[in-house]
Structures are given as C-alpha cells and as structure tokens.
C-alpha cells in the first residue's frame, strides 16, 4: 500500500512544480508582488488569476457568552420587564417570561455582511450595555448605558431611539429618581494619567440635559458636526472612587450612595459640591439595595455578610466638613451564606429582604424578627434578584442565575411559576485553560430536528437548543459533579469531570455518545464512556451503558458512530491514546417469563497499526469501511471484518490533523495537515493532488449532498478573521472563498443545498454562537422576529380583582381559566378523539361552566368514534339496543360456518321469515312449553328473577319491556345476562298398592 502511496506522490510533486514555472513570468511575479502588499496570499503556487475573489459571508450571532449581573428592570405596570444581553436590551412578557421585543443596534431585516457590519440601522450601542434605568417622569421611555460611553434613550413601545449622550469613556453603572427631572447620575472609567497604578479609578458624574429628550436634535450627527453645535447637555464631576460596585439614590431623593472596595461613600444630593461621606466596612462590598418606604440601604459584602445601614436617618453620623475621613456607623447584621452575596432586593412593602450568591440558594430575611426562609436549589448560582408584584400573580421574586435562566417564584407559595432558559456557554467552565493541548469545546446538529447540542454552563453537563423557539430543550448533565467549591486557601478546590467528546448516531440521532474525564493527582486520570438513548415520553437522553476507563487509564481521541446497512447493525468506533481502535455493538437480551428484555453495549472489536495514535476516525457513507487517522498513515479497515484493506500515506505532511470521505459514493478522501491539503483517489490509491497554503488549517469537512469540500483557514494577524476555501476534489484550485471577521473555536454543518448554498454554526473565540452562510437569512428564531417589534397595544393577561390583591389569589382560579379556554376555543378539538380531558371536572362545581356547554364534548370523548356508514332504514318500528346487538352476533355465527353475509355494525340486514323457520319455533316451544304437567309430574315454583331499583319489570334505557316483545317479526334473543331460572321438572314414581313408601333421600 505505501508504494503505491509513494508513487502517487512523486507523480503530483513534479507537476505542482512544472505550474510554477508556467506561472513564473515577469508579469505575473509583478502581479503577484502587488497582490502580497495588498492582502497576504491564500494559496501558494497559484497565481492571482486562477483564485477566486474572496466575498464577505453572512453571518449573525445566535447568542453571546456575555452574562448580565443587572438586575431586571420592570415596567410602571409590571407587565414587562428589560434586561441587558450584550449590546441590545430584551423585553420579557411578565407573565410567561418569552421575549416579546428587543432594543438592538441592528435591523432585524439585516445581517451582518460587507454592507452591514460597519454601519447600523437603529444607531444602537456598539459595546456591552452595562446598566439601564427607567425613567421616572416618562414610563415609556428606558435609559441605557454602555461601555461604547453613550447614554441612550429609548421609548420602548415603538421601540425608537429619542436622544442619545455620548461622554466619550465607558459607563459602567447609572441611577434616576423622580425628585431629579432629566438627570442621572453615571459612574464611568476615566483613565488615569499616572500608569502606575493597578486598579482602574471610577468618576461620578451628574449628567443633565434642558430639553426634552423627543425634542432632541439629530441623532446620527457625526463628531465633527455635534463640536460645532451648542452641546445638550452638562456634568458636574461629584467624586473620585476606585471600582464602582454598586450606584444607587435612596427613596426620599436626597442622598447619592456609592459603593466602591470597603467604603460607601455617601453625598447629599442638594449639595453635591461638599463630596463624599465615606463609611467603612470590613470586608469589600459587592452589591447595593434601597428600602421602598425609609431611607436606609442594605449592602452585601464577600464573606456573605448583609448589613443594614441607617445612617442616612442620622445624618449627624456623616461627616461632610472634613473631606476623606472614614467613619464607622452603627449597623445591622445578618450573616447566612459562605460565599460572597451577589444580589439584594427589598420586597415592595419592605418587610423582606431577598439575598442570593453562589450557594444556588435565595434567603428571605424577616428585617423585624431577623427569621430567614430559603428556596433552595435553584440549579445554578443566583446572578440577580428582583422583587415586584405582578398584575396577574401577586407578588413574585424574578431570579437571575449564573447560567442565563430566568427562574420567577410565587411569594405565597413560595414555588417556581416559570423559568426560561436560553444559551449558555460559559468560558471559565470549558478546558480551556489548563491543559495545554486543549480540547475544542462539543458543538453537533441532531440529524432529525435540527438541534444543537453544544456545552452548558457547567463542565459536565450539555445542552439541547432549539434555534427555532430560541430556548433551551434540555440540560443532559453527563456526571453528576459538585457546583460548589470551598473557598478555604487551605483546602483544595474539587476538580470537575470534563466532556471532551459528543457524537450523535446518524440518520434519526437516537443514540447519543460521551466521553467525559478527569484528572486528579492522587487518583490519576479517570475516563469513562456513556452511550445514552433518546426518550421520547422524558424529552430528553437517558442514560443506557456506562464504560469505565475504556481505554485503559489513557485519554479517548476519538469516537464516530457508523451509518448502519442492511447487512450489519450500528457501530461505535473510538480511539485512544493506547493506540488502540475499539468498536462496540449493541447486544440485545430477548425478555422472559421472570425477567424483561433490555439493550445494551458491549466491546466487539480491539486492533490498532504500528502502535500509531489514532488522531481521528471515520466511517464511509455505506458503512463498510472504517477510516483512521494515525500520524503520517491513513489505514483503511473492513468495518465488519476489522481486516486491513489499505494504508494511505503522503510526505507532504508528518501528521494528519483532519480528513474527510468526499460525496456519497466515498470515493476521495480529503485530509489535512498543519498547512497540506492532500486528496487520494480510493479506485486507484493515488494522490491525485497536494496543496500547501501560508494559512495554518483549521478544520477541513464535507458538504453534505456534493463531493466538495471546504477549509477554514485561521490567517495569522494582524488579519483576525476567518477564511473558507471550497474545492473539487479532481481540481486544486477553489471555486470559492468567503471570509469572516472573526476567528472560529468549532463549527459544524447545518444544512446544505449545495451548489445553492450551505450554512454552518459555529463557537468563535469570545465564545459567541454564530450562524454563517448563504442561507443564514431563512433561519429565523422567535427573538430575531421580537427586533424591533412594536409591543404598544400587546394585550397581557387580566390584571387582579381588588378582592385578589387582599386575599390571594384562589387555589381554583387556574381550573376557572382552564374550563374557560376549553369550552370557548377548544370544544370541537373533543370530538372523535376517543378521551376525555377530565380536568374539567376536578374543580368544584361553582367554578365549572353550565353542564349542558360540555356535554357534547364529553360524550364525543367518553364514545369510541366509529367509521361512518350508509344506514339503510327498517321497514317498520324502531329497534332498541338489545335487539341490534343481538342480530350483529347472530350474523357474525353466520359467518363463522362459512355465509357470505357479512356483519355491519350498526345495521340491520335484510331478511324474511318463512314457514320452516316459523314451525321449527313452534316444535321448540311445544317441547319446552309449561303445562300443568301429566300424572307423575310435579313442576317446581318458577323462581323470580332479581329486581333492579325495586322495579317489578326490567327497564331498558327508560323503555318497560313486557314479555314476548317483537321487532319485525323476530323475536329478539335473550343473552346470557337476561337468561331467567330454568324450570325444573321431576318425575316421581306412584307407589303401588300394600308397598311401602321409600323416604326420600333429597
């Protein structure tokens, strides 16, 4: 086999230098010296002529790995709430969560290409949005702030931008009140001249402006245009703090509180030119809140101590005369969790306070008795606390946790009402800093629905995202792991287990594939395989086989699925770093009388090649070879045999990184090295032809439905972008490039229509999901459709009675709601569907609707639906029940002993009673008749039969039947049931003349 492979490639060597000399020629080097110094070259060997121009690629962005730790922000009527998500702000339905529009920078009808990305539609903000106000004389209108230093705002019912103030250094926190008309006051991050010092310094400002902001001039004025205008607006500098953690001005209006290291620095409103009050604490302080009625605060600090500040209703306490003199003031102190506190939120009546941090924990603290309640495991780290009390519900909590969900729970229950998960991928969770040949992170499409299965928030869990309803399906956690970790300097932290490989199976995807590990130093390495089964009824993956340590007490390389043919059933191939190459198969054991028949995985197969690590594996499109990378080799393996078939080799690369089988028939391989594209021919196990380009390879695969190929280069900087190559494998040169401005961690393919178009997904290196490709404009979410969206006369649900908002709200009110929906939308949905929905009639029966609105649907669900038929009508007089019955099992005897006639349900068939029928009835009855009985006879006492309901007659469905009814002359037959005693008849001998009587033994 490595002859062969030799001689391929010193058949293409040759000829990649015989094309450089053609295209060595005074004009082209002249050209192609012009072209470096423009842009740095893609393809060596190929002049400019041959490759293609490279055109921008659409893209956009899925979700952004940047959390907010801004609490929501909820609307005067408490219908909607905002919330920051990178540079634009969603709006959220108060009463399911779902977004129902978005404040972007971007037109939603556009996407980010070569027109697109330098410029926007909506002036948005360009950098994170770090705090955002309401504004407290206007309810319609939402201010925001970024790290861009703009001040934007926004009427959200729209939504249009009205006015923005741009200060020119990044904002990190902002504050109105309603007592300061057209004023905020910003922290923002002005940088110091002396370099020296290491924490960054953080400037209060008051920033106000004269007119009113739907009054303002123009809004996209450039910087030269806005100098030459009288400026609109004006600050006053209030202070100098380190990093601000928390801004805020108490309920009155009158005092300013700053929250900055060990300090809170306070300043009087009125006189904002006598500076800052400081008050110290002694530990860092992380988090700021005000009481809705007094005038005191709470702050939290990171050794999970809160504490109550009254100071501000001493304010012989504060000292303004002497300007940075630290004071200490009498406090209140509650102290519960390990970790630092992250979030605080008084209740509206300020008689609870809400606290939460890393222990997935919330704490309600009792502020007059000092009682503190919990609702525990919340399922991540609590990022944000929010107490409101909503129109429809009552009084709620909205919770932000660590991962991006959003959890609400009731406050008289004390129970979750909703939660909406989005995408998460948090960095700090994934291998991608402390080893030092990192992993790249999990990233598949589910064959069938077209999901994506990408890494979660924690290091041993996955996450199922369905892009069409833009929310998460499911978390799969892999390894059950500790989500908390001692904060001791003693004590070392627990290293979590890790995923380092996914792979669905093809086709339907109904088996899922892990492999998780980790690394302890006194344990070792520890590796496990987990083979996991769709569950329809669960909606998620359920865990099948589990393999320890599979190869030993090495790393797994590599693991791919087969696609099963007629002959063999689905495989699992996986490499390690033993060099050996395992497949496994799927055993199934037939069930018995004691036991059930269950399936699982077991080890099938173990080979390996010249004790080569295998790099990456693969099967053939028809399954019938099984493909591995190993160093500089290609082996080619029988997939059911596990025979060695061939070994590829090249000497154009020492290593192969990637490889791929091309078009449905397999008949090229494509791989890759550090900069080489090799492509083998597998008909004649030549190369037909090598490449090697300037750009370090990324990823190399096929395009679905087409024998082409495509490469993602990552070029080196100061281009920090992404290109993709595509090619023939019977041609070097590319048909196309595309490129990105940005640079990719994965991708993967998730659809094609080839030559048409193809988009892929992928995780760029801020670890931001993002979609590109030609047909990213017909993917199109649920959030992508709110940007933008206008949500003034949205109708909410009903708001609470005035009996509701003293009393609660009825344990029965939702059944109310739901016999409501059902008997005025869905009553026609009952009918024919063989069940019945009875929650209907769990409620009492002053809450359920007239009974005559669900009998109907009642009974088209309790009554199996049958096949409608043509009727033909009897001749005369109606048939009852009983009757009909019993002529349907006369006919199906008929048809048992061999009759044509054949039974229909509901129908009676058409028939005459002639003599011979008539006279074998009257032979019947003149053997059974009831006479008085000869000599000899004694006839026993008819018993009577059983009287249902004290009636003397049987009453059928409301009918009195007598006896000897007829129906068109046939007497109807009576069943088993109806069946009465029979009549029993004993002989007794006559005695004869001076013989005795013998008694009687009965």
Request: aromatic letters at 8%.
């Amino acid at each position: 086999m490595s002859r062969s492979s030799g001689k391929g490639k010193a058949a293409v060597k040759p000829s990649l230098k015989t094309q450089k000399r053609k295209d060595s020629t005074p004009a082209n080097d002249a050209n192609n010296a012009k072209e470096k110094r423009q842009q740095p070259s893609i393809v060596e060997g190929l002049n400019d002529t041959s490759i293609v121009q490279p055109q921008p690629w659409a893209w956009k962005v899925l979700t952004d790995a940047v959390m907010t730790n801004h609490p929501a922000v909820f609307s005067k009527d408490s219908k909607y709430f905002f919330l920051p998500s990178a540079s634009s702000v969603k709006i959220h339905s108060t009463a399911t969560g779902e977004v129902v529009s978005t404040l972007s920078a971007t037109n939603p009808s556009s996407l980010h290409s070569a027109s697109t990305s330098t410029s926007t539609a909506f002036d948005g903000h360009k950098d994170i949005i770090t705090s955002i106000a309401l504004n407290p004389h206007n309810p319609y209108q939402l201010y925001t702030a970024s790290l861009d230093g703009c001040i934007k705002i926004w009427d959200y019912l729209e939504p249009r931008l009205l006015k923005t103030i741009n200060l020119k250094n990044p904002i990190v926190r902002i504050c109105a009140h309603e007592k300061l008309t057209d004023t905020l006051f910003v922290a923002v991050n002005i940088p110091e001249k002396d370099k020296e010092r290491r924490h960054p310094v953080s400037h209060v400002l008051r920033v106000s402006w004269g007119q009113s902001p739907s009054h303002a001039g123009s809004m996209n004025e450039d910087d030269g245009h806005q100098k030459r205008r009288k400026r609109e607006y004006s600050t006053l500098r209030v202070g100098k703090t380190s990093t601000v953690t928390g801004l805020g001005i108490s309920t009155s209006g009158n005092w300013l509180v700053v929250l900055s290291g060990l300090k809170a620095h306070i300043a009087n409103t009125s006189s904002l030119q006598s500076g800052f009050s400081k008050l110290t604490s002694t530990d860092h302080l992380t988090c700021l809140a005000f009481h809705p009625t007094e005038d005191y605060f709470a702050t939290g600090d990171t050794r999970g101590q809160i504490r109550l500040w009254y100071s501000l209703q001493n304010p012989e306490e504060l000292s303004f005369e002497k300007l940075g003199v630290e004071k200490k003031a009498t406090t209140t102190l509650f102290h519960w969790h390990a970790h630092p506190v992250q979030s605080l939120s008084f209740t509206p009546n300020g008689a609870y306070l809400l606290s939460g941090g890393e222990e997935s924990t919330m704490a309600i603290w009792q502020l007059d008795s000092g009682h503190k309640e919990f609702v525990p495991r919340l399922g991540a780290p609590i990022r944000s606390l929010t107490a409101h009390r909503s129109p429809q519900r009552g009084e709620e909590y909205l919770i932000g946790l660590m991962d991006g969900t959003l959890v609400t729970i009731s406050a008289q229950t004390l129970k979750i009402s909703w939660t909406s998960s989005r995408m998460k991928i948090n960095p700090g969770a994934l291998d991608v800093t402390d080893r030092p040949s990192a992993l790249p992170p999990i990233l598949t499409i589910h064959p069938q629905s077209r999901n994506i299965i990408l890494p979660s928030s924690h290091p041993s869990t996955l996450q199922i995202y369905s892009l069409p309803s833009s929310s998460v399906i499911t978390d799969l956690e892999v390894l059950p792991s500790n989500r908390i970790s001692s904060l001791s300097k003693h004590i070392q932290s627990i290293t979590p287990s890790r995923i380092s490989h996914a792979v669905l199976s093809p086709l339907q995807g109904e088996w899922l594939a892990t492999v998780d590990y980790r690394e302890d130093e006194e344990f070792g390495l520890e590796t496990g395989l987990k083979v996991w089964k769709w569950d329809e009824n669960e909606r998620t993956f359920v865990l099948n086989t589990r393999i320890d340590k599979p190869h030993g007490k090495l790393m797994v390389t590599t693991i791919e699925f087969n696609v099963p043919d007629e002959q063999g059933g689905l495989l699992l191939a996986t490499g390690g770093q033993d060099g050996n190459i395992k497949t496994w198969s799927l055993k199934t054991v037939k069930a018995t009388k004691k036991t059930e028949g269950e399936a699982f995985w077991v080890q099938r197969t173990s080979f390996g090649y010249r004790n080569e690590v295998p790099t990456k594996l693969t099967f053939s499109p028809d399954g019938s070879l099984l493909a591995v990378a190993q160093g500089m080799f290609i082996t080619l393996w029988d997939a059911s045999s596990n025979v060695l078939v061939r070994a590829l080799t090249t000497m154009a690369t020492k290593s192969i990184s990637s490889f791929s089988f091309l078009g449905n028939a397999g008949r090229y391989i494509a791989a890759s090295g550090a900069d080489q594209i090799i492509v083998w021919d597998l008909v004649t196990s030549k190369v037909v032809w090598n490449l090697q380009l300037q750009d370090p390879i990324a990823h190399i695969f096929m395009l679905p439905n087409s024998d082409m190929f495509s490469v993602i280069l990552s070029p080196q900087s100061p281009y920090n972008g992404t290109r993709i190559l595509v090619f023939n494998p019977q041609n070097r040169t590319p048909i196309r490039e595309w490129t990105l401005p940005f640079q990719l961690r994965q991708i993967a393919s998730y659809s094609s229509t080839f030559p048409k178009g193809f988009s892929l997904v992928g995780i760029t290196n801020e670890w931001s999901l993002v979609m590109f490709g030609d047909e990213v404009h017909s993917f199109n979410s649920m959030e992508e459709a709110a940007v933008g969206k206008s949500i003034k006369g949205r109708i909410e649900e009903q708001p609470m009675t005035l009996f509701e908002d003293i009393f609660g709200r009825s344990a029965f009110a939702y059944l109310k709601e739901e016999s409501n929906r059902v008997t005025s939308q869905e009553t026609e949905s009952f009918r024919g569907r063989g069940a019945v929905d009875t929650r209907l009639l769990d409620g009492p029966s002053y809450l359920l609707p007239p009974i005559h609105t669900l009998y109907q649907s009642l009974m088209d669900g309790l009554l199996e639906t049958l096949d409608e038929q043509p009727q033909k009508e009897p001749k005369t007089g109606d048939v009852d029940d009983d009757t009909n019955d019993d002529c349907t099992d006369v006919e199906m005897q008929d048809a048992e002993a061999g009759d044509e006639v054949q039974a229909i349900p509901n129908q009676l068939p058409e028939r005459t009673i002639d003599d011979k029928e008539l006279d074998l009835f009257v032979d019947i009855f003149a053997q059974h008749a009831i006479t008085n009985g000869g000599p000899g006879q004694y006839v026993l006492p008819k018993a009577k039969p059983p009287q249902p309901n004290g009636y003397s007659s049987p009453v059928t469905n409301g009918i009195l039947k007598t006896k000897n009814t007829t129906t068109n002359g046939i007497t109807p037959t009576k069943t088993l049931l109806d069946k009465p005693s029979p009549i029993i008849v004993r002989t007794i001998p006559t005695p004869k003349v001076g013989e005795k009587r013998k008694k009687s033994l009965g």
